[in-house]
């Protein structure tokens, strides 16, 4: 069985709106929000801009 770790897991909440509704999610206890996440070497972004993945791999940075 796979257990779940809090510890290492984020949310990150993609949407067009610039209202955002609050909302905290829970799994035993609150995983916390981010805004940025490197997932296999990609830079994810809220915004979806691929500007600070693309500076980052080019050295520009």
Request: net charge positive.
């Amino acid at each position: 069985m796979l257990e779940f770790n809090v510890e290492k897991c984020h949310v990150m909440e993609l949407r067009k709106s610039k209202r955002r509704s609050v909302w905290n999610y829970f799994m035993g206890k609150q995983i916390m929000k981010t805004k940025e996440e490197k997932d296999l070497g990609v830079i994810i972004q809220e915004t979806l801009s691929p500007k600070k993945h693309i500076s980052k791999i080019s050295g520009t940075m």
